[in-house]
């Protein structure tokens, strides 16, 4: 059996929602969107970059896949 890794971006009041831009996901009325890019810096931009490099599979959530599938070509 494999290791599940989670890498995620998360606030410490717990928020996980819109992380990149200010309109990634609206939804609920959500207008803090982009609340990571503030707070990134080298440190934090190695360790995700690491992190991404490495060979895996990915689970997504369905708005992420949402999201992400209009940058992916179709595989058919």
Request: hydrophobic share 35%.
């Amino acid at each position: 059996m494999r290791k599940i890794n989670v890498l995620e971006f998360v606030s410490l009041d717990g928020v996980i929602q819109s992380p990149g831009g200010p309109k990634e996901d609206t939804s609920g009325g959500f207008a803090y969107g982009g609340w990571t890019s503030p707070h990134s810096d080298s440190v934090s931009g190695t360790a995700m970059m690491k992190q991404m490099k490495m060979p895996c599979d990915l689970l997504l959530g369905r708005k992420t896949f949402e999201t992400w599938a209009q940058f992916w070509p179709l595989s058919r």
